[in-house]
């Protein structure tokens, strides 16, 4: 079993910046795939943007030059630097760690409220 804790979320600006954190517990985070997910009031939880094994990254089209996803081994550990936050950026982020036939696991969410 697996345990992810985020941190990081909280109120800006439009147009400012968060840096999302997610902590995995044991030494096993480097064999997953990593990915953040959000969900806002209302619509279903999407994608944001993910992170294989391998270092490979994939974006949602929506955060396509804003967002920035990485990963860190050493310290079983996943970022999200989101700069230039919109109001429509405004949702609980969840961090979510994935190996096919060993485990899927998720965060308790962080808060991201963008608002002027």
């Known amino acids: 079993q697996v345990q992810l804790v985020e941190s990081g979320g909280g109120l800006v600006q439009p147009g400012g910046s968060l840096r999302l954190s997610c902590a995995a517990s044991g030494s096993t985070f480097i064999y997953y795939d990593f990915a953040w997910y959000r969900q806002a009031p209302g619509k279903q939880r999407e994608l944001v943007a993910a992170?294989?094994?391998?270092?490979?990254?994939n974006y949602a089209d929506f955060v396509k030059g804003r967002f920035t996803i990485s990963r860190d081994n050493s310290k079983h550990t996943g970022n999200l630097q989101m700069n230039s936050l919109q109001p429509d950026d405004t949702a609980v982020y969840y961090c979510n760690i994935q190996k096919q036939l060993i485990g899927n696991y998720w965060g308790q969410g962080t808060q991201v409220t963008v608002s002027s």
């Open positions: 992170i294989t094994a391998g270092g490979r990254t």
